[in-house]
């Protein structure tokens, strides 16, 4: 899990910097306001711009010890560019995933440590997710929505710490996911998101700066997809 600069800097959308690498179609930034995806959030959407262009930034992909930022069109473009993320969309997902925490917070309380098994937000303002729930009764993750939306409203701030590898797998439930550990960073370390008094978890995503900058979360649907996925779908209200 690379350290981005949207985790030091999740305000700064816009960025003014320069092409350190070109290929037709993609380019590598010397600094980057994207989030170019992973944990089941999606990439950030937006442009780049420069003299007289502009061209829509439309995937990432990491290589070469570089991050790639897929363009819209097959040019190649050189020099100082501005860097802009697409607010609304990013705004959207950052709210979303934090109400997937929110609900991972609460199914891991009340459902004996259960584990995430997968995770995937959606652009229509819904997310799912999975959990490793094999006896669990599906009305008691409904019941759920109301203790989600009570958390959204008691505004718990949300902050960051960074802890080395070894410690964060010896702490039981700081690394949710059932099958993954997230990979440190170059210096050893994963970062990890606390909702204070609520849940600390690994977490390279980005979330609000508090619960309460969310709209109220509701509870779709609930699936059984085989033993080990329980698939709870969520949706932003409105
Ligand atoms: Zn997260």
Redesign the pocket.
Known sequence: MPRYFCHEHPETLTVQTRVVDARPGAVALEQTPFFPGG?G?LADRGVLRWNGGEVAVIGFEPGDGRLWHRLAAPIEIAGGVEAVVDPAFRAMMTEL?TG??VLNALVYQQFQGALVTGAQLNDDGTARMDFDLPDADNDRLRALEPGINDLVRQDLPIRYTYVPLTEATAVPGLIRSRSVAPPPGDDGTIRI?EIVGLDRQA???T?LASTARSRALKILKIDNKGRHNRRVKIGLHG
């Open positions: 944990g959030q995933h997937t925490h998101v977490c390279g995503g979330h």
